[in-house]
């Protein structure tokens, strides 16, 4: 039983495209939810993260939109870029349960030049 | 500044044998985990710790024993390896507070034949 669902499992964006993710969380008592993005041979590094008080956050290009309601939250790339090209994990994390995060199934992410 | 560093990078095991993957990090963080990286999955918590002398399991523990005598140190053990070990494995710590990011090690990548 997976508890972060994610899709899709790959997508294809031209450069200066919208790369889209989305995620859907069962456990209504995660209260932090992350992305990871991952290059090839390295492990996962923090990329942006939002608490559920709050229903966007941006930092730079990246976006995340959350919907506590439809227990919903996604990853927006504006102006995708080759260098964005990787794989990309949303997880969600319970402070209480000592922050162990539980991920979803990772979208790999190739933009076009 | 090393973080989170992982030893062996790869390995091929023997169905049977035992070995020891190795974690260690030099950012004083309490919480340790080791997580297991297969397709489509995205990462699965293996076991994790809180801190020195204390360890958990976590989503998939079987097969695997851990131990934690020092703050640095995170040893992950695979007592009788299995083809169905076969994976990457990622080691990662943070600090005990709310929010707080998790730094991954670059991975173990173990075959079992």
């Known amino acids: 039983q997976q508890q972060v669902k994610q899709s899709p499992q790959s997508l294809i964006v031209q450069k200066g495209g919208i790369s889209i993710i989305n995620c859907a969380y069962e456990?209504?008592?995660?209260?932090?939810f992350p992305w990871y993005q991952q290059f090839p041979g390295k492990g996962p590094a923090l990329l942006i993260a939002?608490?559920?008080?709050?229903s966007e956050k941006k930092e730079g290009r990246f976006t995340i939109s959350f919907n506590k309601s439809a227990k919903q939250f996604s990853l927006h790339i504006m102006d995708s870029q080759p260098g964005d090209s990787a794989t990309y994990f949303c997880?969600?994390?319970?402070?209480?349960?000592?922050?162990?995060?539980?991920f979803g199934g990772g979208t790999r992410v190739l933009v076009k030049p | 500044n090393a973080g989170v560093t992982q030893t062996p990078k790869f390995q091929v095991l023997k169905t049977g044998q035992s070995m020891t993957l190795q974690c260690a990090q030099d950012?004083?963080?309490?919480?340790m985990s080791w997580y297991r990286q297969d397709p489509g999955m995205g990462l699965r918590l293996i076991h994790y710790?809180?801190?020195?002398?204390?360890?958990d399991q976590g989503e998939v523990p079987n097969g695997y024993n851990v131990s934690r005598s020092t703050t640095e140190d995170f040893p992950l053990r695979l007592l009788s390896a299995a083809p169905s070990q076969t994976s990457v494995y990622f080691c990662?710590?943070?600090?005990?507070?709310?929010?707080?990011?998790?730094?991954f090690g670059q991975g173990t990548r173990l075959t079992v034949v």
């Open positions: 990662a710590s943070s600090y005990r507070g709310y929010l707080a990011e998790a730094f």
């Open positions: 950012m004083n963080h309490e919480y």
């Open positions: 997880a969600a994390s319970i402070k209480a349960a000592g922050n162990k995060l539980t």
């Open positions: 939002i608490r559920p008080d709050v």
């Open positions: 710790s809180v801190g020195a002398g204390i360890t």
């Open positions: 456990n209504t008592a995660f209260d932090y």
